[in-house]
């Protein structure tokens, strides 16, 4: 359960945010000092860290009048973001338009679907690359019909993290915290979330965790050399340092994390966790380390090998 103060909620768009903190006693022990803890964004009711996103996009876009009158919002996304989108489009009657590769697994196409999404297929052979210029064609072909958020630019993204993730770390470790390590994206998270705490405490480090490699198989993250860079990375003031890690230490991470302390998590979440043990190790005893499970590791049961090298 989500730590919401009053039980009683009007909608699934009230679910969102306040997740826990899990401190995680099994790493800190292999740290050899220091705290660490997670937030744990599996707990969202999409099932992981772009709930807040999605809810943030659609809410800022309803307000400023870009969403609503039956326009459909389309994006390109096939992974936990395309799963908000839908779940937040059922419950707020927006219809929902998803591009994504003809070959994506069958548990993705389910998950959208069930929750009413109309999915459209770019060429199995193109990839992400392929569904993003699908649905840039489709929406310069009508524009006015649709409302194509595009997470990598949109503000509202980070500001969802400023507004959430960040204040709710504050209220629950409040100047104890020391260091904030989170993998990147869109950036969303490690920009929303650092600008708050550095705003709180400049002293408070900043740590982005990215793959080491072009080819990785951490699902969720970018690798930014090699990758178009979102417009939302703005990381001067914010980011501290940047972390490059291999896909067998998280994977490791991930993998240990679930036997030792029962917390079933993705491998997005293991780089995390594995970012987190290194700081904290470098640290010292008086660190206080704040990370992210971004999901759930059911997620990823039988991911289809090309998906390790998706981008989304
Ligand atoms: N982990 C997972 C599993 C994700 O889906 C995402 C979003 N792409 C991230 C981490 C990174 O979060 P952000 O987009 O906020 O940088």
């Not at 999605?54 to 389309?74: F, M, N, P, T, V």
């Not at 929303?192 to 002293?203: I, M, S």
């Not at 036997?259 to 043990?277: D, L, M, R």
Request: glycine fraction near 10%; include cysteine; charged fraction near 20%.
């Amino acid at each position: 359960m989500s730590l919401h103060s009053n039980q009683r909620v009007e909608s699934v768009l009230d679910l969102v945010g306040n997740t826990p903190l899990i401190r995680l006693r099994s790493v800190e022990a292999r740290a050899g000092g220091g705290e660490i803890w997670a937030k744990c964004e599996f707990e969202n009711p999409g099932g992981s860290v772009k709930d807040r996103a999605a809810r943030q996009i659609i809410l800022d876009a309803l307000s400023e009048g870009r969403l609503g009158a039956g326009k459909i919002l389309i994006d390109s996304t096939s992974g936990n973001t395309g799963v908000a989108y839908s779940m937040l489009g059922a419950a707020l009657a927006i219809p929902v338009h998803l591009v994504m590769p003809a070959n994506v697994s069958l548990a993705r196409k389910n998950i959208t679907q069930a929750y009413g999404t109309k999915l459209i297929y770019s060429s199995e052979f193109e990839g992400s690359d392929g569904a993003i210029r699908m649905v840039r064609e489709i929406v310069a072909a009508d524009p006015d019909k649709y409302f194509f958020p595009d997470q990598y630019s949109n503000d509202s993204n980070p500001r969802a993290h400023y507004l959430g993730t960040g204040v709710e770390i504050l209220e629950a470790l409040g100047s104890r915290v020391t260091h904030f390590v989170t993998g990147i994206g869109t950036t969303g998270t490690v920009m929303g979330t650092g600008r708050r705490l550095k705003e709180f405490d400049p002293n408070i480090e900043v740590v982005a965790v990215e793959p080491d490699d072009s080819f990785h198989g951490l699902e969720g993250l970018k690798h930014l050399e090699s990758s178009i860079v979102p417009q939302i990375w703005q990381p001067e003031g914010v980011i501290d340092r940047m972390l490059p890690m291999p896909t067998d230490e998280a994977w490791d991470a991930a993998d240990m994390l679930v036997k030792q302390e029962g917390i079933f998590i993705g491998h997005s979440a293991g780089a995390n966790v594995a970012g987190a043990c290194r700081v904290a190790r470098e640290a010292g005893p008086d660190a206080v380390v704040v990370t992210i499970l971004p999901d759930r590791g059911d997620r990823y049961f039988q991911p289809m090998r090309w998906e390790r090298h998706y981008l989304w």
